[in-house]
């Protein structure tokens, strides 16, 4: 699969799992919805920022050190995901 179609197609997802988180939290605030498993928030979010992160280095030529700052950035994020309950 080309690199550019690949790139796009994880925006287009990450993109979409964050429609999804948004309308889950409009949900949870007027109907009081929940998930099934309250680690399935974090697994979402988890794949929204690894899609972005995948995708941005799939569609645009990133220098070297760059990359690393935000393989190392994302990964901090991911696992701030935590359980505060």
């Given at each position: 699969?080309?690199k550019?179609?690949?790139?796009?197609?994880?925006?287009?997802?990450?993109?979409?799992?964050?429609?999804?988180?948004?309308?889950?939290?409009?949900?949870?605030?007027?109907?009081?919805?929940?998930?099934?498993?309250?680690?399935?928030?974090?697994?979402?979010?988890?794949?929204?920022?690894?899609?972005?992160?995948?995708?941005?280095?799939?569609?645009?030529?990133?220098?070297?050190?760059?990359?690393?700052?935000?393989y190392?950035?994302?990964?901090?994020?991911?696992?701030?995901?935590?359980?505060?309950?």
């Amino acid at each position: 699969m080309n690199k550019k179609i690949a790139g796009r197609l994880l925006f287009i997802l990450s993109i979409a799992l964050f429609i999804f988180q948004m309308g889950y939290l409009f949900l949870h605030a007027i109907y009081e919805l929940e998930y099934i498993d309250h680690r399935l928030f974090y697994a979402f979010n988890i794949l929204i920022v690894a899609g972005m992160v995948v995708s941005i280095f799939l569609l645009f030529p990133i220098p070297k050190g760059w990359k690393i700052v935000s393989y190392v950035t994302a990964g901090i994020l991911i696992l701030l995901q935590g359980d505060s309950s």
